[in-house]
């Protein structure tokens, strides 16, 4: 059975490269132009400067994973329908920022796995997350032991890291993780709260709210199958953009011209499409 669209057998998926699990998608591509959109609305930190969106891969599982993470959104969406919350499995997209020690994503070539344990973005790509392994890269746990993620992709790129190796990535480029999130109810906090390995009963996750003892919004999960990655994003500053071969003429040629009605067509046609794909509202 395939489970859905990220599945390693889906027809969709049929012409990545041999044994790769990432799939690039093309500029054009609706989902895209979506996550990079989610990537810019999500960049809050004023200092930051906002950086450019250069590749987003499609991040592609074995039907097996798929599954129990399925299981686990209905099992949510029936228990939050009982307890009558209207968001039902409450199904967001949201950033994790980790540790790379190869060149995974650094071009379209890029595209396997490497086999290194250090490496926690291909170790994630790989299995999904594991909630036993929070805290490897980063010590401090605001609210306990799980899988965190968040909406703000400048916080997320804060743990973004190119491990112990220091490898050298062509034109500074970074990468995140955007993921498939069952939030399902959320329990909102504003203060710290290091000794939680669950969230409170009636509770899926853990929402860390701006204003106290956090600057940016944070969203904790505390089991495995609650999420999984969807799509891996490349990015790097403004100056790292790879140049276009410069057409030498003598001629003066008009400025190409934009079919806005082109570019408003793919945009809803992007929300359509991720409105069919998650079936409720995405992480703003
Ligand atoms: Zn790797």
């Not at 889906?10 to 093309?26: A, E, F, Q, T």
């Not at 920022?97 to 379209?108: E, I, V």
């Not at 003066?252 to 359509?272: C, D, E, T, V």
């Amino acid at each position: 059975m395939i489970v859905d669209e990220f599945s390693l057998k889906h027809p969709d998926n049929r012409h990545r490269r041999r044994s790769s699990r990432i799939l690039p998608l093309d500029p054009s591509d609706p989902i895209f132009i979506q996550v990079e959109r989610l990537f810019s609305k999500g960049w809050r930190h004023r200092q930051k400067i906002r950086p450019v969106v250069q590749r987003v891969f499609k991040i592609l599982s074995s039907d097996e994973s798929l599954e129990a993470y399925a299981i686990h959104k209905s099992q949510v969406q029936a228990f939050n329908l009982l307890s009558r919350y209207k968001k039902g499995a409450n199904e967001q997209l949201c950033f994790h920022g980790t540790r790379r020690s190869c060149a995974l994503g650094d071009d379209s070539n890029q595209v396997f796995l490497c086999n290194s344990t250090e490496c926690s973005l291909c170790c994630i790509i790989r299995g999904s997350f594991d909630v036993a392994k929070c805290g490897t890269v980063n010590s401090f746990k605001r609210f306990g032991s799980g899988i965190y993620t968040t909406s703000c992709s400048s916080k997320a790129d804060d743990y973004y890291s190119a491990g112990r190796s220091r490898q050298q990535h062509p034109r500074n480029l970074r990468v995140l993780l955007l993921n498939r999130v069952v939030v399902g109810k959320p329990h909102n906090r504003r203060h710290n709260a290091t000794h939680m390995n669950q969230p409170p009963s009636g509770y899926h996750s853990v929402v860390g709210l701006p204003g106290v003892d956090l600057n940016y919004e944070e969203t904790v999960v505390y089991r495995n199958d609650a999420i999984r990655p969807a799509y891996l994003v490349v990015y790097g500053p403004q100056s790292s953009m790879e140049q276009p071969v410069e057409v030498q003429s003598d001629v003066l040629l008009p400025p190409p011209s934009i079919n806005q009605k082109s570019l408003a067509r793919n945009a809803s046609k992007a929300h359509a499409l991720l409105s069919a794909l998650f079936t409720t509202p995405l992480a703003v």
